[in-house]
């Protein structure tokens, strides 16, 4: 299976998209409640969200990473649509360009 991911080892929180929980068959191992406003807005709201962990094999060994499970409407579409909200974004750039 092949995923763009960004792995942001400053951020609080790291997510992946109910899609790909389902395409993964990947189990929730808990839930977390917490107010997430979508990308670009300033509204939150509170709702529960499935904890999921995901394994990497890496160069030095396999690693598991814990990911809450996220609908659509809450994830950028593009890259370059979270470049134009996030001002420390807008000079980066990544491995993978936005298709």
Do not use: W
């Not at 499970?69 to 649509?81: E, G, N, Q, R, Y």
């Not at 979270?82 to 807008?90: A, G, N």
Request: glycine share 4%; proline share 3%.
């Amino acid at each position: 299976m092949e995923a763009k991911v960004i792995l942001d080892s400053g951020s609080h929180r790291s997510f992946v998209t109910q899609d790909l929980k389902k395409e993964m068959a990947l189990k929730a191992k808990s839930k977390k409640s917490m107010s997430i406003a979508a990308f670009g807005l300033t509204t939150e709201r509170e709702e529960e969200y499935h904890l999921v962990r995901i394994g990497l094999q890496t160069e030095e060994g396999s690693i598991t990473l814990r990911f809450l499970a996220l609908p659509l409407s809450v994830v950028p579409a593009s890259i370059d649509i979270s470049k134009c909200y996030y001002e420390h974004l807008s000079n980066l750039d990544f491995a993978v360009p936005d298709e």
